[in-house]
């Protein structure tokens, strides 16, 4: 897991691909060779009970005379339904991370990894964008994903699991961390067996999918005006200074948001979740940070890095274009490639 206390942070990671090994083909012959010992030598006892050859029914016979080529049709049509499995992606991820021209410390933090938990290959992916202090984002970097994970529902019901994680670890935040000042964004990424990827944010830090050229958003940035009748529901206002965009209360551009104490009444820690199936279509997924989103599109950004090869280069390729935009933002991105 990244530290992010220096300028600029930079990775890569892939998950291992599958093979069968040696030992494993030795072990299933040995148990085949001694399942077809057990069937010959109980056809044999039968054999006994009849006596001379001639009693023996015909039926029997044919099974003792072609016992041998079923069984090494059963082994073809075997090898012919593993090699139809389709084999599991390859998954890789690149990140980086750059400081802005905001005159304060880093305050993005990010998770790039990928761990065995119960049996399942899990890719955790997470950007943490922190305002008005780095502490919020840091502790949500070191303690979210293990809170998720603990969830006793979470294999059987992610979503509500998640929803539980978040907010049980905002109650820590406020507890600990920071009381009234200080907060951040989250988008957290946790990809399963390859297979399915279950999402879920706060704030305006934002994940996209790209599949089969096709540019997907699957979060919602959670913007004062769009949610409007949510914080009025919640005794709260928005309001837009000349020049400035939309605040909850006039100091909050968000909605959702870990830690911001004294307007937790108005706002909440609650996330959207959202689920995908990743197949043979999916070419890669982007997390980023608003220090991208506030110069490029969504369209632009998978455009942009569609026809590179590598996970690392398209992450640094974003944050270099967005730079070029003159992005003042701290801005942070992680690619995860399916190949």
Same mark, same amino acid.
């Given at each position: 897991?990244?530290?992010?206390?220096?300028?600029?942070?930079?990775?890569?990671?892939?998950?291992?691909?599958?093979?069968?090994?040696?030992?494993?083909?030795?072990?299933?012959?040995?148990?085949?060779?001694? @399942?077809?010992? /057990? &069937? =010959?030598?109980?056809?044999?006892?039968?054999?006994? %009970?009849?006596?001379? $050859? +001639? *009693?023996?029914? @015909?039926?029997? /016979? &044919? =099974?003792?005379?072609?016992?041998?080529?079923?069984? %090494?049709?059963?082994? $073809? +049509? *075997?090898?012919?339904?593993?090699?139809?499995?389709?084999?599991?992606?390859?998954?890789?991820?690149?990140?980086?991370?750059?400081?802005?021209?905001?005159?304060?410390?880093?305050?993005?933090?990010?998770?790039?990894?990928?761990?065995?938990?119960?049996?399942?290959?899990?890719?955790?992916?997470?950007?943490?964008?922190?305002?008005?202090?780095?502490?919020?984002?840091?502790?949500?970097?070191?303690?979210?994903?293990?809170?998720?994970?603990?969830?006793?529902?979470?294999?059987?019901?992610?979503?509500?699991?998640?929803?539980?994680?978040?907010?049980?670890?905002?109650?820590?935040?406020?507890?600990?961390?920071?009381?009234?000042?200080?907060?951040?964004?989250?988008?957290?990424?946790?990809?399963?067996?390859?297979?399915?990827?279950?999402?879920?944010?706060?704030?305006?830090?934002?994940?996209?999918?790209?599949?089969?050229?096709?540019?997907?958003?699957?979060?919602?940035?959670?913007?004062?005006?769009?949610?409007?009748?949510?914080?009025?529901?919640?005794?709260?206002?928005?309001?837009?200074?000349?020049?400035?965009?939309?605040?909850?209360?006039?100091?909050?551009?968000?909605?959702?948001?870990?830690?911001?104490?004294?307007?937790?009444?108005?706002?909440?820690?609650?996330?959207?979740?959202?689920?995908?199936?990743?197949?043979?279509?999916?070419?890669?997924?982007?997390?980023?940070?608003?220090?991208?989103?506030?110069?490029?599109?969504?369209?632009?950004?998978?455009?942009?890095?569609?026809?590179?090869?590598?996970?690392?280069?398209?992450?640094?390729?974003?944050?270099?274009?967005?730079?070029?935009?003159?992005?003042?933002?701290?801005?942070?991105?992680?690619?995860?490639?399916?190949?």
């Amino acid at each position: 897991m990244p530290q992010l206390k220096g300028w600029v942070a930079t990775g890569y990671s892939s998950f291992p691909t599958q093979a069968v090994t040696d030992r494993s083909l030795y072990i299933y012959e040995q148990k085949r060779a001694s @399942s077809l010992k /057990k &069937e =010959v030598n109980s056809l044999h006892l039968k054999r006994a %009970e009849y006596g001379p $050859e +001639e *009693e023996v029914p @015909s039926d029997l /016979k &044919e =099974v003792d005379e072609h016992d041998t080529s079923e069984d %090494e049709d059963n082994e $073809e +049509e *075997e090898e012919e339904e593993e090699q139809e499995k389709p084999s599991k992606l390859l998954v890789t991820h690149g990140f980086h991370l750059v400081i802005g021209k905001m005159g304060h410390e880093m305050e993005d933090y990010i998770v790039a990894e990928t761990r065995e938990v119960n049996g399942h290959e899990l890719g955790l992916y997470a950007i943490f964008d922190g305002h008005s202090g780095r502490y919020v984002a840091e502790y949500l970097q070191s303690h979210l994903f293990d809170n998720i994970l603990s969830q006793p529902d979470f294999w059987t019901s992610p979503k509500k699991a998640i929803k539980r994680a978040y907010k049980a670890t905002d109650d820590e935040i406020l507890n600990k961390v920071v009381e009234s000042r200080g907060g951040s964004t989250a988008v957290t990424a946790i990809l399963i067996d390859r297979e399915k990827l279950i999402v879920a944010n706060v704030g305006d830090s934002r994940a996209i999918l790209c599949r089969n050229g096709t540019t997907k958003p699957i979060t919602v940035d959670h913007e004062p005006q769009k949610e409007k009748k949510l914080v009025e529901s919640r005794g709260g206002f928005v309001s837009k200074r000349p020049g400035s965009v939309p605040r909850v209360d006039g100091q909050l551009a968000m909605t959702r948001a870990f830690g911001d104490g004294k307007l937790k009444d108005h706002i909440t820690s609650e996330p959207d979740v959202r689920m995908e199936m990743i197949d043979r279509d999916t070419e890669f997924l982007i997390l980023a940070s608003d220090g991208l989103w506030k110069v490029m599109s969504n369209q632009e950004a998978s455009d942009y890095i569609r026809v590179l090869d590598d996970a690392q280069e398209k992450a640094e390729k974003l944050i270099e274009e967005a730079l070029s935009r003159i992005s003042l933002d701290d801005i942070s991105c992680i690619v995860v490639m399916f190949t």
